[in-house]
RNA sequence: GCGGGCAUCGCCAAGCGGUUAAGGCCUCGGAUUGUGGUUCCGAUAUACGUGGGUUCGAAUCCCACUGUCCGCCCCA
């Protein structure tokens, strides 16, 4: 019996690694260009740190959380890499370097969900996290960054969608209102929704079920509670956001029902949809979490950030096909073979040469498949010291010197 | 956690109760002894997810399990 990956996990193959690369290398272009540094964290943390950064109301750390204990110390795969960031920005004081401080990282995350399209239980995000800004201009400058990325990655129908989830004073009176308007109906909504009203009653526009949509239709719910009355300041600092991203040319729809599924969001919130994918069809989730800091033993410190899923970026992508090294020494003399291959390795370039001292058909059939120019290496060219090279795109042959080799 | 579909060689597949279980791709070898990508020939030496059942007989029917995919939920 042979045993496989793991349900809902996946190995990337030589194949397709030029798919990853592509992603990361344009990625690393434009982050640069932002002065955006890159981080590495761990990639299990502390079981609490989730708990009390995530929040516990979450459907990621309620039950999509690999938690494991070694030696009484509860730990955890990171399902999501905000908190991580946000724990090294504190334990390395990075809050006393001049602000802000933008970072991003690129790696593994872990959530115990069912597979699908677009879902696997070990993913890659790709993401962006800039703390100290209060201003609303770095949320535009945040945006910016992950629709250049896309737009540069090539992706079509994507829809950028906003809103504001306002700060926790404001939030708090939105609470009550939601949760007043929709107390007579409680009964009639789902399970999830009457357990949300309590812990986290601003999902509840969120949900898709079917009866609970009905209710909120025929009674206008949503409609009634569509505005969350914001405060000054958070009024303020949306209007300013969309005013920005006017100005930047970035095409964004109001969702006012983009709630989203973690604790420490507040103020704005993006998602960057494609119409190209199934069901799971964001590729860019994000926004502010001005509390998050705090929430983890900082001092008050705002902040923006986002993470795009790798995988789901590259089912949109076209697949890169496989790239050719320069040489391929076709030889009946193994020796010399690897000789030459040595000193082409040594001025920096590809080259491989033939195990086998097959026919020169077979040679010149693997080299064709592996690389750009065939060298021919037989008693002649040994004898008389030159090389017989061979464009293997349009078959032109040449007899060449080492060093005119190396021009090529 | 809840629904639904699918499981035939490395890949794509035909087959729908009795076949030596097609075919294509890929890989490998060969077509008078140093030249590829076209063509031709051949090979991959018991491939029907696993375990039960029905049947004279099962890849083809039934059941269970496993895997996978697609939805719900949630998210990237």
């Known amino acids: 019996m042979i045993i496989k990956a793991p349900k809902g996990t996946k190995d990337i193959l030589p194949s397709e690694i030029n798919d990853w690369y592509r992603i990361e290398n344009i990625a690393k272009e434009i982050f640069k260009k932002a002065n955006i540094k890159e981080i590495r964290t761990p990639i299990f943390e502390d079981t609490s740190l989730f708990e009390r950064g995530v929040g516990d109301t979450t459907d990621i750390v309620n039950k999509e959380m690999y938690t494991f204990i ?54 890659h995000q790709i993401g962006v996290e800039m703390f100290g800004v209060q201003d609303a201009s770095i949320d535009a400058e945040c945006i910016m960054i992950a629709v250049e990325l896309l737009n540069k990655l090539g992706l079509k129908d994507l829809t950028v969608e906003i809103n504001s989830l306002g700060c926790n004073t404001c939030r708090k009176e939105y609470k009550e209102v939601l949760k007043k308007t929709i107390a007579p109906f409680l009964s009639g909504l789902c399970q999830d929704c009457q357990s949300r009203f309590e812990k986290n009653p601003l999902r509840i526009l969120d949900c898709k079920n079917e009866e609970c949509n009905k209710l909120f239709e025929e009674n206008n719910l949503r409609n009634k509670l569509t505005t969350i009355n914001l405060c000054d300041e958070c009024g303020t600092h949306y209007e300013k956001l969309k005013k920005y991203l006017n100005e930047l040319n970035i095409k964004y729809v109001e969702n006012p029902f983009l709630v989203r599924g ?71 003399n193994q020796l010399e073979a690897v000789k030459l291959t040595q000193k082409l390795r040594e001025q920096g370039f590809g080259c491989e040469f033939d195990y086998n001292s097959r026919k020169f058909a077979k040679q010149l059939e693997k080299a064709a498949k592996t690389a750009e120019y065939a060298i021919i290496l037989g008693e002649e060219e040994i004898k008389n010291n030159f090389y017989t090279v061979k464009n293997l795109n349009n078959s032109e042959q040449k007899k060449l010197s080492f060093d005119e080799v190396l021009t090529l």
């Not at 995350?109 to 696997?120: K, L, N, S, T």
């Not at 979490?289 to 900082?298: A, I, K, M, P, S």
């Open 70 to 123: 070694k030696s009484d110390r509860s730990l955890t795969l990171r399902p999501e890499n905000t908190a991580g960031t946000v724990r090294a920005y504190l334990e390395h004081n990075l809050y006393r370097e001049s602000q802000p401080v933008k970072l991003w990282y690129k790696g593994p995350m872990f959530r115990y969900e069912r597979p699908q399209a677009g879902r696997q239980r070990q993913f």
């Open 262 to 332: 973690l604790d420490y969001y507040t103020k704005t919130v993006f998602e960057i949809k494609s119409n190209n994918l199934g069901s799971q069809n964001a590729v860019c989730g994000g926004g502010r979490y001005d509390g998050l800091v705090e929430t983890l033993g900082g001092s008050h410190t705002p902040a923006v950030g986002w993470a795009m899923g790798m995988e789901r970026l590259n089912s949109l992508l076209d697949k890169i096909s496989g790239e050719k090294i320069k040489f391929y020494v076709v030889s009946d």
